[in-house]
């Protein structure tokens, strides 16, 4: 089988085209650089989903596409996560349904249906919200609903929603975790007891590559995929802290605090035109108080999904990957 992944080079991407390498596909990476860490004899082209030209000529021939480029993030400019996430997607449609790719298999994310309120245990049922407190979720969820328009005799679509990749290699939840707890700036936000998916990323890969096998009797539909049980999100980075000899969190903050510490920042940064992102957010409070976990049910009867690694031994790579970073 032939296979385009866009975002090829990324934590999620690259995991899947290493995935489908070893499965002995021919493989193809769109990315904006080239990646010396993916397998020899994996095709690379340098290029943006937002030139359409150049994805009209790297989608010709394909079996299917993995559309994992994004541009991800809590901060930055709306016009920047509307043309790539909205207008990059649509891009990647319309190039599949020119140059007839037969599947088309797209990460979102379980941000496309948060508001600001805890979810816990939801489905795939639940609405999308009126407002939103990102634009990272706001253009996903846009995204997201032209994936799902498009499906159809010509080209069959499936949406995956991974929530909290983390493992190995990955470069930013968990660094960014251990990079705070070592300037002190660590804090605990809300009670404590909010509980979350996160989903290890040989488990993400797999469902990916699930839903692809799947389609296109799947087709048009999302899924929730997950390891199998939240966690306390407090308590399970408080364990990353102590694996890695760092101490627990000990101080917090109320969620109304830091929801109107993050508005408060946001106002200031747009102000001034700053591109960094703040330390806080409304968006940023709201996933480190509230719990947002969800029923992945529907993804092993339809995908037949299971994590194909516990908690605990993804637990044990990760910390021997950091013990180790030439082996992550």
């Given at each position: 089988?032939?296979?385009?992944?866009?975002?090829?080079?990324?934590?999620?991407?690259s995991?899947?085209?290493?995935?489908?390498?070893?499965?002995?596909?021919?493989?193809?990476?769109?990315?904006?650089?080239?990646?010396?860490?993916?397998?020899?004899?994996?095709?690379?082209?340098?290029?943006?989903?937002?030139?359409?030209?150049?994805?009209?000529?790297?989608?010709?021939?394909?079996?299917?596409?993995?559309?994992?480029?994004?541009?991800?993030?809590?901060?930055?400019?709306?016009?920047?996560?509307?043309?790539?996430?909205?207008d990059?997607?649509?891009?990647?449609?319309?190039?599949?349904?020119?140059?007839?790719?037969?599947?088309?298999?797209?990460?979102?994310?379980?941000?496309?249906?948060?508001?600001?309120?805890?979810?816990?245990?939801?489905?795939?049922?639940?609405?999308?919200?009126?407002?939103?407190?990102?634009?990272?979720?706001?253009?996903?969820?846009?995204?997201?609903k032209?994936?799902?328009?498009?499906?159809?005799?010509d080209?069959?679509?499936?949406?995956?929603?991974?929530?909290?990749?983390?493992?190995?290699?990955?470069?930013?939840?968990v660094?960014?975790?251990?990079?705070?707890?070592?300037?002190?700036?660590?804090?605990?936000?809300?009670?404590?007891?909010?509980?979350?998916?996160?989903?290890?990323?040989d488990?993400?890969?797999?469902?990916?590559?699930?839903?692809?096998?799947?389609?296109?009797?799947?087709?048009?539909?999302?899924?929730?995929?997950?390891?199998?049980?939240?966690?306390?999100?407090?308590?399970?980075?408080?364990?990353?802290?102590?694996?890695?000899?760092?101490?627990?969190?000990?101080?917090?903050?109320?969620?109304?605090?830091?929801?109107?510490?993050?508005?408060?920042?946001?106002?200031?940064?747009?102000?001034?035109?700053?591109?960094?992102?703040?330390?806080?957010?409304?968006?940023?409070?709201?996933?480190?108080?509230?719990?947002?976990?969800?029923d992945?049910?529907?993804?092993?009867?339809?995908?037949?999904?299971?994590?194909?690694v516990?908690?605990?031994?993804?637990?044990?790579?990760?910390?021997?990957?950091?013990?180790?970073?030439?082996?992550?």
């Amino acid at each position: 089988m032939r296979t385009l992944v866009t975002g090829g080079g990324g934590f999620l991407g690259s995991g899947i085209v290493k995935s489908l390498h070893e499965k002995q596909h021919d493989v193809t990476v769109v990315g904006r650089h080239h990646y010396s860490h993916l397998p020899k004899g994996i095709k690379q082209f340098q290029g943006d989903i937002r030139d359409f030209d150049f994805l009209r000529k790297v989608t010709a021939g394909m079996d299917a596409v993995f559309h994992v480029a994004a541009f991800p993030g809590i901060w930055g400019r709306a016009e920047d996560f509307y043309s790539i996430n909205v207008d990059g997607t649509r891009n990647v449609i319309k190039a599949c349904l020119l140059s007839t790719v037969p599947k088309l298999i797209f990460t979102s994310s379980p941000s496309v249906i948060y508001g600001n309120s805890s979810l816990e245990g939801v489905d795939e049922t639940t609405p999308y919200p009126e407002n939103y407190l990102s634009e990272y979720p706001r253009t996903k969820a846009i995204a997201e609903k032209l994936v799902m328009e498009a499906n159809g005799p010509d080209l069959a679509t499936v949406s995956i929603r991974p929530h909290l990749i983390w493992g190995p290699g990955d470069p930013h939840l968990v660094p960014r975790l251990l990079a705070k707890a070592d300037k002190g700036r660590l804090v605990r936000v809300g009670q404590g007891e909010n509980r979350v998916d996160i989903i290890y990323i040989d488990n993400a890969v797999s469902a990916h590559l699930k839903a692809c096998d799947a389609l296109p009797s799947v087709g048009g539909k999302v899924y929730f995929v997950s390891d199998g049980e939240p966690v306390n999100l407090w308590q399970w980075i408080n364990e990353v802290l102590k694996k890695t000899g760092r101490p627990a969190v000990t101080r917090s903050i109320s969620y109304r605090t830091a929801s109107g510490l993050g508005c408060f920042l946001e106002k200031i940064y747009s102000l001034g035109n700053i591109k960094r992102e703040p330390p806080m957010t409304r968006f940023l409070a709201s996933q480190l108080a509230t719990s947002h976990y969800f029923d992945s049910s529907l993804a092993k009867r339809d995908l037949g999904y299971e994590p194909v690694v516990t908690a605990e031994e993804g637990m044990n790579r990760l910390i021997q990957s950091l013990s180790n970073p030439q082996e992550g």
